[in-house]
Protein backbone atom coordinates (compact mmCIF):
# COMPACT_ATOMS: atom_id res chain seq x y z
CA UNK A 1 0.00 0.00 0.00
CA UNK A 2 1.43 3.13 -0.65
CA UNK A 3 0.70 6.81 1.22
CA UNK A 4 -0.46 9.37 -0.70
CA UNK A 5 0.57 13.12 0.43
CA UNK A 6 -1.51 13.37 3.76
CA UNK A 7 1.35 11.72 4.99
CA UNK A 8 4.40 13.16 6.66
CA UNK A 9 7.24 10.39 6.01
CA UNK A 10 11.06 10.20 6.57
CA UNK A 11 12.79 7.74 5.10
CA UNK A 12 15.67 5.71 6.47
CA UNK A 13 18.00 5.46 3.50
CA UNK A 14 20.81 3.12 4.97
CA UNK A 15 18.29 0.65 6.27
CA UNK A 16 15.52 0.97 3.59
CA UNK A 17 13.12 1.52 5.90
CA UNK A 18 10.84 4.69 6.59
CA UNK A 19 8.36 6.03 9.48
CA UNK A 20 5.21 7.87 8.62
CA UNK A 21 2.64 10.32 10.48
CA UNK A 22 -0.78 11.18 9.24
CA UNK A 23 -1.10 14.66 8.99
CA UNK A 24 -4.23 16.67 9.84
CA UNK A 25 -2.61 20.08 9.17
CA UNK A 26 0.72 22.04 8.68
CA UNK A 27 0.91 24.97 11.31
CA UNK A 28 4.56 26.13 10.18
CA UNK A 29 7.57 25.87 7.46
CA UNK A 30 10.39 28.11 7.73
CA UNK A 31 13.74 28.24 7.07
CA UNK A 32 15.91 29.53 9.88
CA UNK A 33 19.56 29.88 9.13
CA UNK A 34 20.67 26.41 10.36
CA UNK A 35 17.64 24.41 9.16
CA UNK A 36 14.21 24.56 7.73
CA UNK A 37 11.80 24.09 11.12
CA UNK A 38 8.27 22.20 10.13
CA UNK A 39 5.11 21.78 12.75
CA UNK A 40 2.16 18.99 11.98
CA UNK A 41 -0.80 18.64 13.56
CA UNK A 42 -1.09 14.85 13.16
CA UNK A 43 -4.28 12.39 13.50
CA UNK A 44 -2.50 10.25 16.30
CA UNK A 45 0.64 11.78 17.77
CA UNK A 46 -0.63 15.28 18.65
CA UNK A 47 1.99 17.91 17.02
CA UNK A 48 5.19 16.83 15.47
CA UNK A 49 7.96 19.02 14.80
CA UNK A 50 11.03 18.31 11.94
CA UNK A 51 13.70 19.99 11.55
CA UNK A 52 15.47 19.55 8.00
CA UNK A 53 12.75 17.00 7.28
CA UNK A 54 13.72 14.66 10.29
CA UNK A 55 11.23 14.29 13.04
CA UNK A 56 12.38 15.70 16.02
CA UNK A 57 9.73 15.59 18.86
CA UNK A 58 6.43 14.43 19.26
CA UNK A 59 3.47 14.93 21.31
CA UNK A 60 2.67 11.46 21.50
CA UNK A 61 6.49 10.15 22.64
CA UNK A 62 8.74 13.00 23.68
CA UNK A 63 8.12 12.00 27.45
CA UNK A 64 10.81 8.81 26.94
CA UNK A 65 13.73 10.55 25.14
CA UNK A 66 13.76 13.31 27.47
CA UNK A 67 13.27 11.59 30.34
CA UNK A 68 16.36 9.20 29.69
CA UNK A 69 18.34 12.07 28.57
CA UNK A 70 18.30 13.99 31.71
CA UNK A 71 17.07 12.07 34.57
CA UNK A 72 19.90 9.05 34.71
CA UNK A 73 22.78 11.83 34.39
CA UNK A 74 21.12 13.52 36.34
CA UNK A 75 20.55 10.47 39.57
CA UNK A 76 24.35 9.06 38.56
CA UNK A 77 26.17 12.48 39.95
CA UNK A 78 26.24 12.45 43.52
CA UNK A 79 25.37 16.60 43.85
CA UNK A 80 24.44 17.72 40.46
CA UNK A 81 24.26 21.67 40.48
CA UNK A 82 25.66 23.04 37.25
CA UNK A 83 23.99 21.92 34.16
CA UNK A 84 24.83 23.04 30.46
CA UNK A 85 22.27 21.48 27.63
CA UNK A 86 23.89 21.54 24.37
CA UNK A 87 20.65 21.50 21.34
CA UNK A 88 17.77 20.95 23.34
CA UNK A 89 16.21 24.22 21.53
CA UNK A 90 12.60 22.60 21.91
CA UNK A 91 12.91 23.02 26.15
CA UNK A 92 11.86 19.45 26.92
CA UNK A 93 15.15 18.51 28.30
CA UNK A 94 14.94 21.79 30.21
CA UNK A 95 12.31 21.12 32.10
CA UNK A 96 13.21 17.55 32.89
CA UNK A 97 16.67 18.97 34.41
CA UNK A 98 14.91 21.76 36.43
CA UNK A 99 12.39 19.12 38.21
CA UNK A 100 16.23 18.18 40.41
CA UNK A 101 15.53 20.95 43.41
CA UNK A 102 19.25 20.47 43.62
CA UNK A 103 20.37 22.18 40.45
CA UNK A 104 21.15 25.74 40.92
CA UNK A 105 21.56 26.52 37.16
CA UNK A 106 20.68 25.25 33.98
CA UNK A 107 21.82 26.81 31.07
CA UNK A 108 20.91 25.93 27.41
CA UNK A 109 22.65 26.42 24.17
CA UNK A 110 20.74 25.77 20.86
CA UNK A 111 22.14 27.35 17.92
CA UNK A 112 19.42 28.21 16.54
CA UNK A 113 16.28 30.23 18.19
CA UNK A 114 14.11 29.40 15.63
CA UNK A 115 13.39 26.11 17.02
CA UNK A 116 12.77 27.37 20.88
CA UNK A 117 10.34 29.71 19.32
CA UNK A 118 8.70 27.06 17.67
CA UNK A 119 8.39 25.73 20.62
CA UNK A 120 7.33 27.94 23.09
CA UNK A 121 3.90 28.53 20.25
CA UNK A 122 3.46 24.79 19.08
CA UNK A 123 4.38 22.89 22.31
CA UNK A 124 3.89 25.11 25.30
CA UNK A 125 4.00 22.06 28.04
CA UNK A 126 7.77 21.50 27.07
CA UNK A 127 8.50 25.35 27.76
CA UNK A 128 6.72 25.65 31.16
CA UNK A 129 10.15 25.90 33.26
CA UNK A 130 11.50 28.61 30.76
CA UNK A 131 10.93 31.25 33.00
CA UNK A 132 12.91 29.44 36.29
CA UNK A 133 14.93 31.32 37.80
CA UNK A 134 17.40 29.26 37.58
CA UNK A 135 17.02 28.89 33.85
CA UNK A 136 19.51 30.07 31.17
CA UNK A 137 18.31 30.45 27.42
CA UNK A 138 21.49 31.21 24.71
CA UNK A 139 21.03 30.86 21.85
CA UNK A 140 24.86 30.38 20.14
CA UNK A 141 27.18 27.61 18.43
CA UNK A 142 27.63 25.03 21.43
CA UNK A 143 30.72 23.46 20.21
CA UNK A 144 32.44 27.36 20.80
CA UNK A 145 30.32 27.65 23.88
CA UNK A 146 32.36 24.58 25.64
CA UNK A 147 35.21 25.66 23.94
CA UNK A 148 35.52 29.32 25.31
CA UNK A 149 34.08 27.70 28.64
CA UNK A 150 35.93 28.61 31.42
CA UNK A 151 37.64 24.71 32.98
CA UNK A 152 35.64 22.91 35.63
CA UNK A 153 32.08 25.27 35.05
CA UNK A 154 29.66 22.35 34.71
CA UNK A 155 28.94 19.06 37.08
CA UNK A 156 27.24 17.71 34.04
CA UNK A 157 27.01 18.58 30.12
CA UNK A 158 23.63 16.81 28.31
CA UNK A 159 24.27 17.06 24.46
CA UNK A 160 20.72 16.91 23.01
CA UNK A 161 21.57 17.41 19.41
CA UNK A 162 20.04 16.54 16.26
CA UNK A 163 21.57 13.30 14.27
CA UNK A 164 25.04 14.05 12.88
CA UNK A 165 24.51 15.54 10.16
CA UNK A 166 24.49 19.61 9.32
CA UNK A 167 25.00 21.41 12.25
CA UNK A 168 25.21 19.17 14.57
CA UNK A 169 28.10 16.94 13.09
CA UNK A 170 30.90 18.47 15.03
CA UNK A 171 29.08 17.37 18.41
CA UNK A 172 29.79 14.02 17.91
CA UNK A 173 33.92 14.82 17.39
CA UNK A 174 36.69 14.23 19.40
CA UNK A 175 37.71 18.46 19.72
CA UNK A 176 34.43 18.60 20.92
CA UNK A 177 34.36 15.71 23.64
CA UNK A 178 37.72 17.07 24.83
CA UNK A 179 36.48 20.47 25.19
CA UNK A 180 33.48 18.94 27.26
CA UNK A 181 36.17 17.04 29.48
CA UNK A 182 37.82 20.47 30.26
CA UNK A 183 34.95 22.20 30.80
CA UNK A 184 33.57 19.61 33.41
CA UNK A 185 34.52 19.86 37.32
CA UNK A 186 35.90 16.41 38.66
CA UNK A 187 33.14 14.03 39.46
CA UNK A 188 31.50 15.56 35.82
CA UNK A 189 29.46 13.45 33.67
CA UNK A 190 28.59 14.14 29.92
CA UNK A 191 25.64 12.33 28.18
CA UNK A 192 25.25 12.40 24.26
CA UNK A 193 21.82 10.85 22.62
CA UNK A 194 23.25 8.05 20.31
CA UNK A 195 20.96 6.99 17.84
CA UNK A 196 19.87 3.48 17.58
CA UNK A 197 21.12 0.42 19.00
CA UNK A 198 19.96 -1.48 15.82
CA UNK A 199 20.74 0.87 13.17
CA UNK A 200 23.86 2.91 14.29
CA UNK A 201 25.62 0.16 16.55
CA UNK A 202 28.50 1.30 14.72
CA UNK A 203 28.40 4.83 15.71
CA UNK A 204 27.74 4.15 19.39
CA UNK A 205 30.62 1.78 19.60
CA UNK A 206 32.42 4.84 17.65
CA UNK A 207 31.43 7.33 20.33
CA UNK A 208 32.18 5.51 23.30
CA UNK A 209 35.91 4.72 22.10
CA UNK A 210 36.31 8.68 21.12
CA UNK A 211 34.90 9.70 24.79
CA UNK A 212 37.31 7.19 26.20
CA UNK A 213 39.89 8.45 23.51
CA UNK A 214 39.34 12.38 25.07
CA UNK A 215 39.91 11.32 28.58
CA UNK A 216 36.92 10.28 30.54
CA UNK A 217 37.55 7.28 32.17
CA UNK A 218 34.20 5.02 31.65
CA UNK A 219 31.43 4.97 29.34
CA UNK A 220 27.62 3.46 29.58
CA UNK A 221 25.29 3.24 26.87
CA UNK A 222 21.54 3.37 28.02
CA UNK A 223 18.88 1.62 25.57
CA UNK A 224 15.24 3.25 25.71
CA UNK A 225 12.43 3.23 23.16
CA UNK A 226 11.95 5.96 21.05
CA UNK A 227 8.82 5.14 18.19
CA UNK A 228 9.12 8.23 16.14
CA UNK A 229 13.03 7.79 15.57
CA UNK A 230 14.51 5.37 13.69
CA UNK A 231 14.10 1.82 14.17
CA UNK A 232 11.98 2.74 17.25
CA UNK A 233 14.38 2.12 19.49
CA UNK A 234 17.23 4.96 20.86
CA UNK A 235 20.35 4.98 23.08
CA UNK A 236 22.13 7.70 25.07
CA UNK A 237 25.71 7.36 26.13
CA UNK A 238 27.41 8.96 29.16
CA UNK A 239 30.70 9.15 29.77
CA UNK A 240 32.30 10.45 33.31
CA UNK A 241 35.15 12.43 34.04
CA UNK A 242 36.46 10.35 36.54
CA UNK A 243 35.21 7.22 38.24
CA UNK A 244 33.12 4.43 37.15
CA UNK A 245 29.62 4.52 36.32
CA UNK A 246 28.11 1.38 37.48
CA UNK A 247 26.00 2.70 39.98
CA UNK A 248 23.58 5.87 40.61
CA UNK A 249 21.53 6.89 43.26
CA UNK A 250 18.68 4.42 43.15
CA UNK A 251 17.11 5.14 46.77
CA UNK A 252 17.05 9.21 45.36
CA UNK A 253 15.55 7.99 42.50
CA UNK A 254 13.27 5.72 43.88
CA UNK A 255 12.23 8.55 46.60
CA UNK A 256 12.00 11.64 43.72
CA UNK A 257 9.04 13.68 44.64
CA UNK A 258 8.58 14.63 41.00
CA UNK A 259 6.59 13.35 38.43
CA UNK A 260 7.71 11.31 35.46
CA UNK A 261 5.75 8.89 32.79
CA UNK A 262 8.58 6.66 31.50
CA UNK A 263 11.43 6.93 33.79
CA UNK A 264 11.97 5.29 37.63
CA UNK A 265 14.42 3.54 39.57
CA UNK A 266 13.78 0.39 37.87
CA UNK A 267 13.65 1.69 34.00
CA UNK A 268 16.55 3.39 35.14
CA UNK A 269 18.57 0.08 36.34
CA UNK A 270 17.16 -1.83 33.47
CA UNK A 271 18.39 0.84 30.39
CA UNK A 272 21.82 0.00 31.38
CA UNK A 273 21.27 -3.48 30.24
CA UNK A 274 23.26 -4.19 27.34
CA UNK A 275 21.50 -6.68 24.86
CA UNK A 276 23.95 -10.02 23.78
CA UNK A 277 25.06 -7.94 20.23
CA UNK A 278 26.10 -4.93 22.00
CA UNK A 279 28.48 -6.71 24.36
CA UNK A 280 30.66 -7.34 21.71
CA UNK B 1 8.05 12.69 1.04
CA UNK B 2 5.69 10.67 -0.46
CA UNK B 3 6.42 6.36 -0.92
CA UNK B 4 6.18 5.11 -4.09
CA UNK B 5 5.00 1.28 -4.95
CA UNK B 6 8.44 0.07 -4.54
CA UNK B 7 7.43 0.01 -0.46
CA UNK B 8 5.94 -2.13 1.34
CA UNK B 9 3.94 -0.21 3.38
CA UNK B 10 1.82 -0.91 7.22
CA UNK B 11 -0.41 1.32 8.47
CA UNK B 12 -1.36 1.57 12.01
CA UNK B 13 -4.95 3.30 11.64
CA UNK B 14 -5.69 4.11 15.09
CA UNK B 15 -2.66 5.81 15.35
CA UNK B 16 -2.22 7.71 11.87
CA UNK B 17 1.32 6.11 11.89
CA UNK B 18 3.01 3.96 9.24
CA UNK B 19 6.67 1.69 9.28
CA UNK B 20 7.57 0.64 5.50
CA UNK B 21 10.30 -1.34 4.23
CA UNK B 22 12.15 -0.95 0.60
CA UNK B 23 11.39 -3.37 -1.76
CA UNK B 24 13.45 -5.79 -4.12
CA UNK B 25 11.75 -8.22 -5.14
CA UNK B 26 7.85 -10.10 -4.20
CA UNK B 27 8.78 -13.81 -3.85
CA UNK B 28 5.71 -15.48 -2.61
CA UNK B 29 2.19 -13.97 -2.64
CA UNK B 30 -0.37 -17.34 -1.60
CA UNK B 31 -3.55 -17.39 -0.45
CA UNK B 32 -3.98 -20.09 2.24
CA UNK B 33 -7.42 -20.64 3.86
CA UNK B 34 -6.79 -18.74 6.91
CA UNK B 35 -4.88 -15.86 5.44
CA UNK B 36 -2.71 -14.28 2.43
CA UNK B 37 0.97 -14.91 3.02
CA UNK B 38 3.36 -12.81 1.11
CA UNK B 39 7.21 -12.81 1.17
CA UNK B 40 9.57 -9.93 0.09
CA UNK B 41 13.60 -9.60 -0.68
CA UNK B 42 14.07 -6.06 1.29
CA UNK B 43 16.44 -3.44 0.25
CA UNK B 44 17.78 -3.41 4.09
CA UNK B 45 15.94 -5.52 6.54
CA UNK B 46 17.01 -8.94 4.70
CA UNK B 47 13.64 -10.99 3.85
CA UNK B 48 10.34 -10.37 5.40
CA UNK B 49 6.96 -12.21 5.61
CA UNK B 50 3.36 -10.71 5.88
CA UNK B 51 0.55 -12.22 6.70
CA UNK B 52 -2.55 -10.14 5.61
CA UNK B 53 -0.61 -7.33 5.13
CA UNK B 54 1.05 -7.51 8.46
CA UNK B 55 4.66 -7.45 9.14
CA UNK B 56 5.14 -11.23 10.86
CA UNK B 57 9.14 -11.41 10.29
CA UNK B 58 11.87 -9.96 9.07
CA UNK B 59 15.79 -11.43 8.74
CA UNK B 60 16.87 -8.27 10.53
CA UNK B 61 15.14 -7.63 14.00
CA UNK B 62 13.24 -11.60 14.36
CA UNK B 63 15.90 -12.48 16.93
CA UNK B 64 14.40 -10.41 19.56
CA UNK B 65 10.90 -11.20 19.16
CA UNK B 66 11.65 -14.77 19.50
CA UNK B 67 14.16 -14.84 22.09
CA UNK B 68 11.60 -12.36 24.45
CA UNK B 69 8.62 -14.91 23.62
CA UNK B 70 11.06 -17.93 24.69
CA UNK B 71 14.04 -17.51 26.86
CA UNK B 72 12.37 -15.33 30.07
CA UNK B 73 9.34 -17.34 30.27
CA UNK B 74 12.32 -20.74 30.30
CA UNK B 75 14.68 -19.54 32.70
CA UNK B 76 11.25 -18.69 34.75
CA UNK B 77 10.13 -21.89 35.12
CA UNK B 78 12.31 -24.49 37.60
CA UNK B 79 12.45 -27.46 35.46
CA UNK B 80 10.36 -27.25 32.00
CA UNK B 81 9.48 -30.12 29.54
CA UNK B 82 6.56 -30.36 28.14
CA UNK B 83 5.93 -27.22 26.12
CA UNK B 84 3.41 -26.45 23.95
CA UNK B 85 3.89 -23.04 20.93
CA UNK B 86 0.45 -21.81 19.96
CA UNK B 87 0.88 -20.23 16.62
CA UNK B 88 4.71 -20.31 16.01
CA UNK B 89 4.18 -21.10 12.68
CA UNK B 90 8.21 -19.36 11.42
CA UNK B 91 9.35 -22.13 13.75
CA UNK B 92 11.53 -19.30 15.69
CA UNK B 93 10.24 -19.78 18.73
CA UNK B 94 10.55 -23.41 18.26
CA UNK B 95 14.08 -23.25 17.75
CA UNK B 96 14.94 -20.95 20.81
CA UNK B 97 12.70 -23.45 22.86
CA UNK B 98 14.93 -25.94 21.46
CA UNK B 99 18.17 -24.92 22.45
CA UNK B 100 17.08 -25.68 26.07
CA UNK B 101 18.44 -28.86 26.77
CA UNK B 102 15.44 -29.80 29.32
CA UNK B 103 13.17 -29.43 26.83
CA UNK B 104 12.03 -33.14 26.02
CA UNK B 105 9.24 -32.55 24.08
CA UNK B 106 8.12 -28.66 22.27
CA UNK B 107 4.47 -28.90 20.11
CA UNK B 108 3.89 -26.32 17.65
CA UNK B 109 0.51 -26.30 16.81
CA UNK B 110 -0.21 -22.98 13.81
CA UNK B 111 -3.43 -23.36 11.84
CA UNK B 112 -1.68 -22.81 8.86
CA UNK B 113 0.73 -24.84 7.63
CA UNK B 114 1.41 -22.68 4.40
CA UNK B 115 3.07 -20.31 7.01
CA UNK B 116 5.90 -23.25 8.14
CA UNK B 117 6.05 -24.60 4.51
CA UNK B 118 6.68 -20.48 3.57
CA UNK B 119 9.61 -20.37 6.81
CA UNK B 120 10.98 -23.62 5.82
CA UNK B 121 11.66 -21.96 1.72
CA UNK B 122 12.62 -18.85 2.71
CA UNK B 123 13.86 -18.18 6.51
CA UNK B 124 15.80 -21.76 6.78
CA UNK B 125 17.65 -20.36 9.14
CA UNK B 126 14.28 -19.97 11.67
CA UNK B 127 13.56 -23.80 10.90
CA UNK B 128 17.15 -25.27 11.47
CA UNK B 129 15.48 -27.15 14.44
CA UNK B 130 12.28 -28.43 13.08
CA UNK B 131 14.38 -32.15 12.81
CA UNK B 132 15.37 -32.35 16.27
CA UNK B 133 13.44 -35.67 17.83
CA UNK B 134 11.99 -32.98 20.52
CA UNK B 135 10.10 -30.97 17.96
CA UNK B 136 6.43 -32.37 17.32
CA UNK B 137 5.01 -29.93 14.25
CA UNK B 138 1.27 -29.90 13.79
CA UNK B 139 -1.35 -27.90 11.99
CA UNK B 140 -4.32 -27.52 14.03
CA UNK B 141 -6.34 -24.86 15.54
CA UNK B 142 -4.46 -23.67 18.80
CA UNK B 143 -8.04 -23.10 20.54
CA UNK B 144 -9.49 -26.31 20.12
CA UNK B 145 -6.01 -28.29 20.74
CA UNK B 146 -6.00 -26.86 24.18
CA UNK B 147 -9.53 -27.04 24.93
CA UNK B 148 -8.93 -30.76 23.96
CA UNK B 149 -5.53 -31.32 25.91
CA UNK B 150 -5.66 -33.70 29.44
CA UNK B 151 -5.40 -31.47 32.34
CA UNK B 152 -2.08 -30.96 33.29
CA UNK B 153 -0.14 -31.79 29.94
CA UNK B 154 2.40 -28.55 29.71
CA UNK B 155 5.17 -26.91 31.59
CA UNK B 156 4.65 -23.51 29.70
CA UNK B 157 2.37 -22.83 27.07
CA UNK B 158 3.61 -20.29 24.78
CA UNK B 159 0.93 -17.89 22.50
CA UNK B 160 3.00 -16.65 19.89
CA UNK B 161 0.35 -15.34 17.33
CA UNK B 162 -0.67 -12.70 14.97
CA UNK B 163 -2.43 -9.88 16.65
CA UNK B 164 -6.09 -10.32 18.51
CA UNK B 165 -7.78 -9.72 14.77
CA UNK B 166 -8.73 -12.51 12.45
CA UNK B 167 -7.81 -15.84 13.25
CA UNK B 168 -5.87 -14.99 16.70
CA UNK B 169 -8.91 -13.11 18.14
CA UNK B 170 -10.13 -15.90 20.19
CA UNK B 171 -6.28 -16.57 21.83
CA UNK B 172 -6.68 -13.13 23.73
CA UNK B 173 -10.40 -14.31 25.14
CA UNK B 174 -11.25 -16.03 28.83
CA UNK B 175 -12.12 -19.62 27.58
CA UNK B 176 -8.53 -19.78 25.91
CA UNK B 177 -7.20 -19.28 28.64
CA UNK B 178 -9.07 -21.34 30.97
CA UNK B 179 -8.38 -23.89 28.99
CA UNK B 180 -4.88 -22.89 29.06
CA UNK B 181 -4.69 -23.02 33.09
CA UNK B 182 -6.44 -26.48 33.01
CA UNK B 183 -4.04 -27.72 30.42
CA UNK B 184 -1.19 -26.75 32.99
CA UNK B 185 0.95 -28.45 35.29
CA UNK B 186 1.47 -26.94 38.84
CA UNK B 187 3.78 -24.25 38.43
CA UNK B 188 3.08 -24.36 34.83
CA UNK B 189 3.28 -20.89 32.83
CA UNK B 190 2.06 -19.40 29.57
CA UNK B 191 3.46 -15.93 27.83
CA UNK B 192 1.99 -14.35 24.97
CA UNK B 193 2.68 -11.48 22.74
CA UNK B 194 0.87 -8.88 23.75
CA UNK B 195 1.23 -6.10 21.57
CA UNK B 196 2.86 -2.36 22.03
CA UNK B 197 3.21 -0.54 25.58
CA UNK B 198 2.81 2.58 23.56
CA UNK B 199 -0.38 1.61 21.23
CA UNK B 200 -2.15 -1.08 22.65
CA UNK B 201 -1.97 -0.20 26.47
CA UNK B 202 -5.60 -1.37 27.24
CA UNK B 203 -4.88 -4.33 25.71
CA UNK B 204 -2.37 -5.25 28.38
CA UNK B 205 -4.31 -4.28 30.84
CA UNK B 206 -7.38 -6.21 29.36
CA UNK B 207 -5.13 -9.15 29.20
CA UNK B 208 -3.23 -9.04 32.42
CA UNK B 209 -7.09 -9.60 33.91
CA UNK B 210 -8.91 -11.52 32.30
CA UNK B 211 -5.63 -14.14 32.86
CA UNK B 212 -6.28 -13.35 36.98
CA UNK B 213 -9.73 -13.58 36.22
CA UNK B 214 -9.52 -17.11 34.65
CA UNK B 215 -7.72 -18.55 37.55
CA UNK B 216 -3.81 -17.52 37.24
CA UNK B 217 -2.25 -16.63 40.29
CA UNK B 218 -0.17 -13.38 38.86
CA UNK B 219 0.65 -11.83 35.82
CA UNK B 220 4.44 -10.31 34.61
CA UNK B 221 4.50 -8.36 31.31
CA UNK B 222 7.65 -7.99 29.55
CA UNK B 223 8.86 -5.17 27.46
CA UNK B 224 11.72 -5.13 24.40
CA UNK B 225 12.04 -3.37 21.46
CA UNK B 226 10.96 -4.91 18.07
CA UNK B 227 11.31 -2.46 15.13
CA UNK B 228 9.13 -3.99 12.23
CA UNK B 229 6.17 -4.26 14.49
CA UNK B 230 3.83 -1.11 15.07
CA UNK B 231 5.50 1.19 17.52
CA UNK B 232 8.83 -0.08 17.18
CA UNK B 233 8.22 -1.23 20.65
CA UNK B 234 6.56 -4.78 21.83
CA UNK B 235 5.79 -6.91 24.75
CA UNK B 236 5.08 -10.16 26.07
CA UNK B 237 2.52 -10.66 29.54
CA UNK B 238 3.34 -13.92 31.14
CA UNK B 239 0.85 -15.56 33.62
CA UNK B 240 1.48 -18.54 36.59
CA UNK B 241 -0.52 -21.22 37.21
CA UNK B 242 0.32 -20.80 40.67
CA UNK B 243 3.27 -19.33 42.55
CA UNK B 244 4.79 -15.58 41.77
CA UNK B 245 6.75 -14.20 38.85
CA UNK B 246 8.90 -11.94 40.70
CA UNK B 247 12.41 -14.11 40.39
CA UNK B 248 13.62 -16.49 37.48
CA UNK B 249 16.70 -18.79 37.53
CA UNK B 250 18.90 -16.06 36.93
CA UNK B 251 22.05 -17.93 37.50
CA UNK B 252 21.38 -20.17 34.81
CA UNK B 253 19.90 -17.68 32.82
CA UNK B 254 23.97 -16.08 32.99
CA UNK B 255 25.44 -19.54 32.50
CA UNK B 256 23.17 -20.56 29.42
CA UNK B 257 25.60 -22.57 27.24
CA UNK B 258 23.74 -21.90 24.06
CA UNK B 259 23.72 -18.71 21.64
CA UNK B 260 21.62 -15.56 21.99
CA UNK B 261 21.63 -11.90 20.23
CA UNK B 262 19.27 -9.98 22.28
CA UNK B 263 18.77 -12.59 25.41
CA UNK B 264 20.80 -12.33 28.77
CA UNK B 265 20.29 -12.24 32.19
CA UNK B 266 20.56 -8.68 32.43
CA UNK B 267 18.24 -8.39 29.58
CA UNK B 268 15.65 -10.69 31.26
CA UNK B 269 15.93 -8.15 34.68
CA UNK B 270 15.54 -5.19 32.52
CA UNK B 271 12.69 -6.35 30.47
CA UNK B 272 10.44 -6.68 33.44
CA UNK B 273 11.20 -2.99 34.87
CA UNK B 274 7.75 -1.31 33.94
CA UNK B 275 7.43 2.10 32.72
CA UNK B 276 6.04 4.90 35.06
CA UNK B 277 2.68 5.23 32.74
CA UNK B 278 2.37 0.93 32.80
CA UNK B 279 2.40 1.31 37.22
CA UNK B 280 -0.99 2.73 36.91
Known amino acids: MSLDTSW?????TAQ?????????????????PFQRIEVYE?????????LDGLVMVTDLDNFIYHEMVSHPVLFTHPDPKDVLIIGGGDCGTLRE????????????????????????????????SNNDPRAELYFDDGIKWVKDAAPGSYD??????????GPAEGLFSAPFFRDCHRALR????????????LYHKKLIDDMRATMRGTGFASTLTLNFPQCSYPSGWWSA???????DLSTFRERDAAAKAFK???????????????PEFMRS
Open 16 to 32: GSAFSLKIKEKLLDEQS
Open 260 to 274: TRYYNAAIHRAAMAL
Open 186 to 197: DGGLIVQQSESP
Open 8 to 12: YTEIH
Open 42 to 50: TEGFGTLMT
Open 237 to 243: TLASKNG
Open 156 to 165: IIIVDSTDPV
Open 97 to 128: VLKHPGVTRAQQVDIDEGVTRAAERFFPELCE
